[in-house]
């Protein structure tokens, strides 16, 4: 369901872009092929060239290596090409910023995870300066606000994409 939860935020702001961390992860796998169903850019960090092929075999068209000099240059030409506003990061740690940093003005970046064990390193400046928001979202917190006709909707949803989109 958490994957739900990040395409209902990347809809609900009609975002034709979204950046995230830890793309490789079986989650990430299933947001960019639900993306891609869609239409919506994904825009891939992962760590490793062996994930940078594996994306692109799903069909993901930039992903950058995060391990390799300069990406962060090319990612944020990307961004603020494709007027990235929206961003998800389940690493925490200085990764929050690295993705609030590639977020273009105005734009929303979702914490949902903290694989790194560290607590989220955020320099206010970059808040404040590009009038960008910091939000927590869980898929419990989420889900359960919804309206009954719009948790069948998103239920439902789920059910008819698990055999495709949403295997691992």
């Known amino acids: 369901m958490t994957v739900a939860v990040i395409i209902e935020k990347i809809k ?3 975002h034709t872009s979204v950046i995230f961390d830890a793309a490789a992860s079986a989650l990430a796998k299933m947001v960019i092929r639900w993306c891609i169903f869609l239409n919506i850019t994904p825009i ?8 940078v092929d594996l994306l692109a075999s799903l069909g993901a068209q930039h992903i950058f290596d995060t391990s390799k000099p300069g990406w962060k240059e090319e ?31 105005g734009g929303t970046l979702y914490l949902y995870g903290n694989l790194s064990g560290h607590d989220a390193s955020i320099n206010p ?4 300066d590009g009038d960008k928001i910091i939000r927590g979202v869980t898929w419990a917190s989420w889900f359960f606000h919804l309206s009954p ?20």
């Open 12 to 14: 609900e702001g009609n």
């Open 44 to 51: 891939c960090l992962v760590r490793r060239q062996d994930q």
């Open 75 to 105: 990612a944020k030409t990307l961004t603020s090409q494709l007027e990235t506003k929206i961003g998800f990061d389940c690493i925490s740690g200085t990764e929050a910023q690295t993705l609030l940093d590639l977020l273009s003005e």
């Open 125 to 128: 400046l970059s808040v404040i």
């Open 149 to 168: 006709e719009k948790r069948a909707q998103v239920e439902n949803e789920v059910q008819d994409l698990i055999g495709s989109i949403l295997k691992t």
